[in-house]
């Protein structure tokens, strides 16, 4: 079983950045990727970017190539995701999921493919 906790979000202006983490506990190995989604009152959630289990592999969403990077710290059993030039329309519930795929190289932002979930921090940027 994997436990999965977010961290890092919070109130900042249109312009500036917050990182995020989420700490893994239980077995993660190589074989397990994590993306991170976020989900705004009424609107569907969204795949924000994908890292492998090498962590050699990524994915964003189209929308938010250049501004996030996701991470991943093997030796702290933690995934992030930095988040600059932040604008109002990312205010959101941001979540990490994880799952265990049959290769080091699996990345994926859809939501179905997850097993694992946080329970979600919330980020709010003030125009």
């Known amino acids: 079983q994997v436990q999965l906790v977010e961290s890092g979000g919070g109130s900042v202006q249109a312009g500036g950045s917050l990182r995020l983490s989420c700490t893994a506990s239980?077995?993660?190995?190589?074989?397990?990727?994590l993306a991170w989604f976020r989900q705004a009152p009424g609107k569907e959630r969204e795949g924000v970017a994908t890292?492998?289990?090498?962590?050699?592999?990524?994915l964003y969403a189209s929308s938010l190539k250049g501004r996030f990077a996701v991470s991943r710290d093997f030796a702290k059993n933690t995934w992030y995701l930095q988040m600059n030039s932040l604008k109002h329309e990312d205010t959101s519930m941001y979540y990490c999921?994880?799952?265990?795929?049959?290769?080091?190289?699996?990345?994926?932002?859809?939501?179905?493919?997850?097993?694992?979930w946080g329970q979600g921090t919330q980020v709010t940027v003030s125009s």
């Open positions: 999921a994880a799952a265990s795929g049959l290769s080091a190289s699996t990345v994926s932002l859809l939501p179905s493919d997850y097993k694992y």
């Open positions: 239980g077995h993660t190995d190589r074989y397990y990727y």
């Open positions: 890292i492998s289990g090498s962590g050699d592999n990524t």
